[in-house]
């Protein structure tokens, strides 16, 4: 079992950058690919980026390249995503993933076991 708790979501102006992190806790979660996900108002949950075991394989979908920066601690058993330049269209509930599988661009919400609840960004214009 993986546990994952994500921090770090807010209010921000266009233009503007977060920090958001995912605490993990369980047996094997060092070992596991992870991810973030998010899911906009009506729409379905999405893939934003992700990185492998060891931190030195990062994917990203095409609307996070360049903008966004995933990391990972696992000494300290955390998730980063930095996201720089926001946008509106950024605005969603972002989501912590893992699974003992890879995980990259064009995987769906559904290939994915093991979820955090959510921290909402929002970006005004």
């Known amino acids: 079992q993986v546990q994952l708790v994500e921090s770090g979501g807010g209010l921000v102006q266009a233009g503007g950058s977060l920090r958001l992190s995912c605490a993990a806790s369980?047996?094997?979660?060092?070992?596991?690919?992870m991810a973030w996900f998010r899911q906009g108002t009506g729409k379905e949950r999405e893939f934003v980026a992700a990185?492998?075991?060891?931190?030195?394989?990062?994917y990203y979908a095409d609307s996070a390249e360049g903008r966004f920066t995933i990391s990972r601690d696992n000494a300290k058993g955390t998730l980063y995503l930095q996201m720089n330049s926001l946008k509106p269209e950024d605005t969603a509930v972002y989501y912590c993933?893992?699974?003992?599988?890879?995980?990259?661009?064009?995987?769906?919400?559904?290939?994915?076991?093991?979820w955090g609840k959510g921290t909402l960004v929002t970006v005004s214009s």
């Open positions: 990185i492998n075991w060891s931190g030195d394989r990062t």
């Open positions: 369980g047996r094997t979660y060092k070992t596991y690919y």
């Open positions: 993933a893992a699974e003992n599988a890879p995980i990259l661009p064009g995987s769906r919400w559904g290939d994915v076991d093991y």
